[in-house]
């Protein structure tokens, strides 16, 4: 019995906003054929967005507090690339908090990406 997800042996994937509809990250919505990552970098997306929004934080000043890149983190809320983990420890070090829910596997495997970030 394969338990794979569709896509997920697949390396070297377009970026996220390429297997989506609709405005990232808000209003995107993932193809049902969609590589796991892509509801990963969906929830992901919102969630920094929330928080830019909530503490009234540019992406660059985000990307700032973080070290990396200064277009980093607007690029992965645009869904225009798939943040690697050194990266996403970054984030969570330099805003303090989770940035993916625990259980968001679970989700994926619905091929769903409705799910709220780790606070709503």
Avoid: C
């Amino acid at each position: 019995m394969d338990t794979r997800l569709p896509g997920s042996g697949v390396r070297g994937d377009k970026a996220p906003l390429t297997y989506t509809t609709g405005e990232w990250p808000r209003h995107a919505v993932a193809n049902p054929d969609a590589p796991v990552g892509v509801h990963y970098s969906l929830v992901l997306a919102r969630t920094i967005a929330d928080i830019a929004e909530r503490e009234k934080l540019s992406h660059r000043a985000i990307s700032r507090k973080a070290m990396l890149n200064p277009t980093a983190v607007g690029r992965i809320v645009r869904g225009e690339l798939y943040p690697d983990l050194a990266t996403l420890a970054r984030l969570e070090v330099a805003l303090q908090t989770d940035l993916l829910p625990p259980g968001l596997f679970r989700e994926a495997r619905q091929g769903t990406s409705t799910v709220d970030g780790p606070d709503g």
